[in-house]
């Protein structure tokens, strides 16, 4: 069964993608389980940077970009989700450095009334012979660009 996802709202900064969550997804008490929000939240971050032209898909990549590693990876939770169907993934960056990002997102119901959960996910671009960190490519820096959260005006 599939759920037709509506098209997410605006944001300031960053993205929403809409994601669904599926009665496999849901734990013996009925809410999503734990480990499903970081599944959740890496489809939501590959439906992004893949309708950009990062992907990797039939194997292959389409960009060095694909390559990387997550390095920290923090969530706190706020309320169950407690059902199937939609749920809003709101993620941003707060640092996109030489080799490395730092997204910050957000799980909230579609109209954002309600925070399901929150954190932070840091990641680090790697060469894939030699599985050091190396710098992100121009392409990568670009669709980067659109995600990074502002920094704030001083008052």
């Known amino acids: 069964m599939s759920h037709a996802l509506a098209a997410p709202a605006a944001v300031e900064y960053g993205h929403i993608e809409h994601v669904s969550v599926y009665f ?3 734990d013996a008490f009925g809410i999503l389980h734990n480990s ?3 599944v959740l939240l890496e489809r939501a971050l590959t439906a992004y940077w893949a309708e950009r032209g990062v992907s990797y898909q039939g194997g292959q990549r ?47 119901s579609l109209d954002g009334s309600i925070v399901h959960a929150e954190g932070r996910r840091a990641i680090v671009r790697l ?7 190396t710098p992100w490519t121009e392409t990568g820096r670009a669709v980067a660009a659109n995600l990074l959260r502002p920094a704030p005006t001083p008052a």
Do not use: K, M, N, Q
């Open 62 to 108: 389409s960009a060095p970009d694909t390559f990387h590693a997550v390095r920290e990876f923090t969530i706190t939770y706020r309320a169950p989700i407690a059902a199937t169907g939609p749920v809003a993934v709101h993620f941003w960056l707060e640092h996109f450095g030489t080799s490395s990002a730092e997204y910050a997102y957000r799980f909230s």
């Open 24 to 26: 496999d997804d849901l």
């Open 127 to 133: 060469d894939p012979a030699t599985l050091r960190s």
């Open 36 to 38: 499903r929000y970081v």
